[in-house]
């Protein structure tokens, strides 16, 4: 047949490359037909051809579709994909008739010898529609495995172009060159590519051997030979630097790819960006990242599956049989180890390959490890360094805000070092597993075997580390506990899930710190915990409750409205009521505004329904001269309040009584209902103390109540006599507790109204006990002065709060911590022992210690008439 005919439809386009050499008809067509096309033509003919060569060519077709792509790849100097070798000799082995005596002489040589390779002529870029410079691939014996998504992402970016610069980013010898090398060859290929050039160098100066890490002969170290190498890809004379690399490019579209840039300094990238023209895009390599313009792509480890893959191929394409052989779990296990790096993978396999024990391969590590962190590491700074060493010590991945806790850097300089560790592929970022937005912090396993192996931080500065973190878990746990006690005290600070523990961490030091009136560094906690979570209620929450404290009213009222804010925008009840609660008390006794804090305090009540909130509610409303409203609120909690609680709501309980008896009588001149109230009030207070009670507080509440029960019986018009009995009950119970009475604010203006009641009463026994009670607070002389003034610190009066068979506890409103004491030292035993004296009335003689500690090694039982016990 001539050749027209022959060829059919696939003649024309093989005619037009053979006149394009002008070689006439001195060269059949036949040579210009491509792999596919001619099987095509002898199939459409197989019926002139031998039977059994003509089913063979149709029971093979299908084949063709896997076949010619890896004939392609090869002839056109393309990475091979994974499983092309295994494949192309697995397609051929199919053709078995005597037709194709040298093919099946290729694959038995094959067979005999897996490390040979066919001579062929490498086409290359000849046929090339777009120029380039591209290398051959380093991975050919087993293809890119693991990167066809990350290839597909960057192939996408570069189509677009709409990022100029693109930088794949990660740990050495994750793949960041082969990744970028097999995004470049599938530029080449694609006929929707916008370049007509594609430019690659490589600034390497180190290559990785089983032997170790050597240098490169005549690598590329600045970007000035890079021009250079550059330039020579269209012109082989080219000498010269940017600015004539510039002009050759101007109007071409170009892709300039740069492997290795951590080499050079980011300044050089920048001017070499600003002087090329706008018609070129960059994709770099880097294991740190340019720092400007770019769009960083960060390259992981291989997964478990891909990562098995490679070591199975690449052991299998280097004959290394001990590897071949070895067990999936063994498999997974080595590569485990060698922390899914291909690099490692495949050094581990040339170490082994090389006459290394396996086991040994996997311990020493030094040259791997070396090779791909050190240039990351050393170039670091000290704070950044310093957040992998605290990594390196919690060995486990954390929260931004734990570091931040755990670490002395500013919130800024951490997120700078983050953003750096991340660039250098030393630290990875993974979602939190509750499913929030929130990130966990971890080290890479190359980073963790780097420090293990080289710079493992001294062990003074790890144990500083886990010191901070144990003090960061004791406050969360005693957090916890504190919220689960739903205790309204201004260190319980809530959170909405764990991630807030930070936060939370903060603002209770920052609260802590503020009670010793260092406002400064309080405040500074509260916006470092702003900082890390700006939208978190209890941050304005606590700033407001210490800027009140500070006396800064407005300052305060705004940032409580802040919390209020931000907890009804989340529709969040429980941060209202407790932004309420607090926002109440400022607003009732720093901004003096009580009609506003009742209504806070109702919300606040309305949700907890406790002790505490019906307490402040009742305060207020009582303030507020809404006395039967008030003390309704006060009882209730006190029926149901415990500890503290009970002792506040009882004092303020006192407190409603005298008020409403001086609104009484200043206001309606009911002197005698007045009494009566004030008398409510003292009687309630009494009969606590008498049960043991031992508050400043509440002494100080009993002591006004009887003082207003004076004013009213000692007005004009009214007849204190009629009370007399109740008068003289009131007046003893005081006088037998003076020592603690004269502790109180109240004691002040005290003997004043005792005056009033000595000159109106005409009862000789209140004019007695009056008489007894001015002696005492104002000596005659100078020397009973002194002498009242030396019995009064030596000698005091209070109640047993505990007692431990041995010793006990007293409690005084002048000694907070209670007094120490032990049964030795009680001079006035009874006749049958000891027994339990909690609860009992004694003088004792207080003595502090060097350590700031009270104890009593004087201590007598009294009566409640206050005379010493028989």
């Not at 990660?170 to 599938?186: H, N, Q, R, W």
């Not at 940032?559 to 400022?586: I, M, N, Q, T």
């Amino acid at each position: 047949m001539d050749e027209e005919s022959a060829l059919g439809p696939n003649y024309d386009k093989a005619n037009l490359r053979r006149e394009a050499e002008e070689l006439g008809d001195s060269v059949s067509a036949v040579q210009y037909l491509d792999m596919r096309e001619a099987y095509d033509v002898l199939n459409r003919h197989r019926d002139a051809l031998p039977a059994e060569l003509g089913r063979e060519l149709r029971d093979n077709t299908p084949l063709m579709d896997s076949l010619v792509p890896i004939r392609n790849r090869v002839m056109h100097g393309r990475p091979l994909q994974a499983g092309d070798p295994e494949s192309a000799v697995s397609i051929c082995r199919n053709f078995q008739t005597r037709y194709w005596t040298t093919l099946k002489g290729i694959v038995d040589h094959l067979d005999a010898d897996p490390t040979w390779e066919p001579a062929f002529e490498n086409q290359g870029r000849r046929s090339d529609r777009i120029l380039h410079n591209l290398p051959l691939p380093e991975y050919d014996e087993t293809g890119l495995i693991g990167r066809s998504e990350d290839c597909k992402k960057i192939v996408s970016h570069l189509l677009k172009r709409r990022e100029s610069m693109l930088t794949i980013t990660g740990e050495g010898g994750i793949g960041k060159t082969a990744t970028a090398l097999e995004v470049a060859y599938s530029l080449v290929d694609d006929v929707e590519s916008p370049y007509e050039c594609i430019l690659w160098v490589s600034l390497k100066t180190e290559r990785l051997t089983a032997a170790g890490v050597v240098g490169i002969v005549n690598s590329i170290r600045d970007l000035t030979g890079a021009a250079r190498k550059l330039g020579q890809a269209f012109d082989t004379d080219f000498r010269g630097g940017i600015s004539e690399l510039a002009e050759a490019l101007e109007g071409i579209e170009t892709l300039l790819i740069i492997d290795n840039l951590e080499t050079v300094d980011g300044e050089e990238v920048i001017a070499l960006y600003e002087r090329l023209p706008d018609s070129v895009n960059y994709l770099f390599t880097s294991r740190v990242g340019v720092g400007q313009f770019e769009r960083r792509i960060p390259l992981g480890p291989l997964k478990e599956k891909d990562a098995a893959s490679l070591f199975r191929q690449f052991a299998r394409s280097r004959d290394v049989s001990r590897l071949v052989r070895l067990a999936p779990n063994t498999v997974n296990e080595v590569v485990k180890r060698l922390r899914f790096s291909p690099l490692a993978i495949r050094w581990y396999a040339l170490s082994v390959e090389a006459g290394e024990q396996p086991n040994l391969a996997l311990e020493n590590q030094e040259d791997l490890l070396d090779f791909c962190v050190r240039s990351v590491y050393e170039g670091m700074t000290p704070g950044t360094q310093g957040v992998l060493s605290t990594l390196f010590a919690l060995e486990r991945d954390v929260t931004f805000d734990e570091l931040a806790i755990l670490t002395d850097l500013s919130i800024d300089s951490l997120r700078r070092s983050i953003h750096e560790l991340l660039n250098g592929s030393m630290v990875r970022l993974d979602n939190d597993p509750d499913g929030s937005l929130v990130s966990r912090v971890s080290l890479t396993e190359a980073a963790k075997s780097y420090l293990r192996r080289f710079n493992t931080p001294n062990p003074v500065a790890i144990n500083a580390i886990l010191e901070k973190e144990q003090e960061f878990r004791r406050s969360a746990e005693h957090r916890r506990n504190d919220e689960k006690a739903r205790k309204l005290a201004p260190n319980v600070v809530r959170t909405r899930t764990s991630n807030d523990e930070p936060v939370a961490h903060l603002l209770r030091k920052a609260l802590f710190e503020s009670k010793d009136g260092v406002f400064g560094p309080s405040l500074g906690l509260v916006e470092k915990a702003r900082s890390m979570s700006p939208d978190f209620w209890e941050v304005d929450r606590v700033q407001g409750f210490i800027l009140s404290a500070q006396g800064n009213v407005d300052a305060a009222t705004s940032a409580y409205l802040a919390a209020l804010r931000k907890a009804r925008v989340s529709d969040d009840k429980l941060a209202e009521a407790v932004v309420s609660y607090f926002f109440a008390g400022h607003l009732a006794r720093k901004s003096h505004e009580v009609h506003k804090a009742a209504d806070y305090a109702r919300i606040a009540h309305g949700y907890f329904n406790s002790p505490e909130t019906a307490q402040t509610l009742g305060s207020y409303l009582t303030w507020m001269r809404e006395f039967n409203e008030g003390q309704h609120f006060l009882e209730w909690a006190l029926e149901r309040a415990e500890g503290r609680i009970k002792l506040i709501t009882l004092t303020a309980l006192v407190d409603s009584w005298r008020r409403w008896s001086e609104y009484l009588l200043d206001h309606e001149h009911r002197a005698l209902e007045a009494a009566d109230k004030a008398q409510a009030g003292f009687s309630i207070g009494d009969q606590e103390i008498r049960g043991g009670i031992s508050d400043l507080r509440l002494f100080d509440a009993v002591l006004e109540s009887f003082s207003q029960y004076i004013r009213c019986i000692t007005s004009p018009g009214v007849d204190g006599a009629a009370r007399d009995q109740q008068t003289v009950r009131m007046i003893n119970r005081v006088s037998t507790q003076l020592f603690a009475f004269e502790a109180c604010r109240g004691w002040r203006h005290f003997p004043g109204h005792v005056v009033k009641l000595r000159r109106t009463s005409g009862n000789p026994e209140i004019q007695d006990l009056c008489d007894r009670i001015l002696e005492y607070a104002r000596p005659s002389t100078d020397s009973e002065a002194a002498t009242h003034e030396s019995q009064r610190d030596e000698i005091a009066e209070g109640v047993v709060k505990a007692w431990c068979d041995t010793y006990g506890f007293i409690a005084h409103p002048r000694f907070p911590k209670d007094v120490f004491f032990h049964g030795s030292a009680v001079e006035n035993r009874p006749d049958n022992g000891l027994g339990d004296l909690a609860g009992l009335m004694v003088r004792f003689i207080p003595k502090i210690e060097a350590d700031g500690r009270v104890r009593s090694n004087w201590v007598q039982i009294i009566r409640s008439d206050g005379h010493g016990a028989t």
